[in-house]
């Protein structure tokens, strides 16, 4: 009988872990080259999309943190993408690229995730993202992933994510 129910304990522990692990995240990886270009995310608050690739150039459009666009290419510091989803219009412009992501890996989370300053988990807190949270992967470092936040980052421990 003993012997019943030690396996029986054992087997339940094992369950846990593994439900308790699985539980933490999910890491989508980069998209890839589609159709028109590699899909591109804004990381500022609010990006101008310019008719040339100068700052002075007319505004076509404004995108917002987080908006995703396609790249067709980059050349000196701007990136030309179409600026709207509907690519028979034709609208398309120029982005300074210091302030996207092109073809991130996206961190989604599956429950609540704390966010620290840095790579250490005593560090401070930043930010505790909500369920189902999609971010992008700025960097792998380690045990660790860099991850944009409204245009500041953090830090994210990737066993959370495992």
Known sequence: M????WLTILTV????????????????PPYGEGQIGLQAVVLCESLTVRAEPRTDAKAVKTLQYGSRFSV?????GWADCFA??????????????????????????????PV???NDGSAPKVAL???DTLLPILKED?????VS??????????????
């Open 2 to 5: 003993k012997k019943h129910t």
């Open 72 to 76: 067709q290419k980059t050349a000196d």
């Open 142 to 146: 380690g045990d660790w992933l860099i």
């Open 129 to 131: 993202l909500d369920e």
């Open 13 to 28: 522990m094992v369950l846990v872990l593994c439900c308790v692990s699985a539980a933490g995240a999910e890491i989508i």
């Open 84 to 113: 709207s989803d509907a690519v028979d219009a034709g609208q398309t412009g120029w982005v300074n690229a210091d302030y996207i992501i092109i073809d991130p890996a996206w961190y989604r989370t599956e429950t609540k995730t």
């Open 116 to 118: 620290y300053a840095w």
């Open 149 to 162: 936040l409204r245009g500041a980052t953090g830090w994210i421990r990737k066993s959370a994510a495992d």
